[in-house]
C-alpha cells in the first residue's frame, strides 16, 4: 500500500478542477513504502510568535476583486458561477452561504448520475468530496471521471477555485508551494523554518516513509491547508 500527496488541476491553471480519490488516515501511517508525488487559513494559531509568512514573487492577480474579474473572462463558467463570481468581483469575496449553494448543486449532480461521494467540511469552511473505492456503481473509472468534471463545470468549478484561494490563499501568490507552507505555518503544523524547497522535497520523495514526513497529513489542519489549494492524500495498494 502506497499513499501519495497530489496537486489536482485547478482553473489558476486554465483546467477543469477535479478532487482526487483517498484521505490521510491514521492507519496510512502505518505503511513503510508511503511516498509523496506532485500531480495534479482562516486559523489562528495560539502561538506568541507570529509565522513568518512569504508575501513576495509573482501573484494570480493584484487583489481578489481582480482575480473573480480573470475568472470571468473564461467562456465555460456556468450560469451559477457566473452570477457568484461577478457578486465576488465587486465584494473580493465569496460568501460561505453561496459556496455551499455551489457544493450541494455539485452533490446533487453527481447524486442524480449514480455517484455517491462523502462530504466533509473542513476547517476553513471549504467542502471536501471524496469518491468511494470502485468511484460508485456507474461503470468505469473513466466514466465516472467523466460525470464528475461535467458537473463541476456545470456548477460551481470556479467558486469552488476561487473560495479556496480565498481561504487558504488571500496572499494570491502564484507559487502553491510557497501557498501551501504559507497556510501550514498560520495552522501551526510546520515549525517556523520550514521552507518551500521543503515542501517540494516532501513531494518529490517518492520512496519517503509517512513516518519521515515532516508534518502528518492526516491532520486535519493540514488537511484543510492541502485540499483548499488543490493537493489531496490518495491511497494506491501495490
Known amino acids: 500500500m502506497a499513499s501519495a500527496l497530489e496537486r489536482r488541476e485547478t482553473h489558476s491553471a486554465h483546467t477543469v478542477a477535479r478532487p482526487l480519490t483517498g484521505r490521510a488516515t491514521a492507519s496510512t501511517r502505518s505503511h513503510p513504502q508511503a511516498f509523496i508525488v506532485l500531480a495534479l487559513l482562516a486559523l489562528v494559531t495560539s502561538s506568541c ?18 482575480y473573480a474579474q480573470q475568472q470571468l473572462a473564461h467562456d465555460d463558467l456556468s450560469d451559477w458561477d457566473r452570477a457568484v463570481i461577478e457578486k465576488a468581483s465587486r465584494t473580493g469575496t465569496v460568501s460561505q452561504a453561496d459556496y455551499d449553494e455551489g457544493a450541494d448543486n455539485f452533490e446533487a449532480c453527481l447524486n442524480s448520475a449514480g ?19 470502485g468511484l460508485g456503481a456507474t461503470g468505469s473509472d473513466d466514466n465516472a471521471a467523466l460525470i464528475q468534471a461535467q458537473c463541476y463545470q456545470s456548477t460551481y468549478a470556479y ?13 494570491l501568490l502564484a507559487d502553491f508551494s510557497l501557498a501551501a507552507v504559507n497556510c501550514l505555518k498560520k495552522a501551526a503544523v510546520v515549525d517556523d523554518d520550514f ?30 491547508c492541502l485540499y483548499s489549494l488543490g493537493y489531496a492524500v490518495v491511497t494506491d495498494a501495490k
Open 49 to 66: 510568535a507570529s509565522p513568518s509568512i512569504a508575501t513576495e514573487g509573482q501573484r494570480l492577480a493584484s487583489s481578489l476583486e481582480a
Open 115 to 133: 455517484l455517491r461521494w462523502t462530504r466533509t467540511r473542513l476547517l476553513n469552511g471549504v467542502v471536501e468530496f471524496q469518491p468511494p473505492p
Open 159 to 171: 467558486t469552488q477555485d476561487f473560495f479556496g484561494l480565498q481561504q487558504a490563499n488571500p496572499e
Open 195 to 224: 521552507t518551500a524547497d521543503d515542501f517540494d522535497k516532501v513531494v518529490g520523495a517518492h520512496d519517503s516513509p509517512v513516518a519521515d514526513w515532516p508534518f502528518d497529513v492526516s491532520d486535519p489542519r493540514a488537511q484543510t
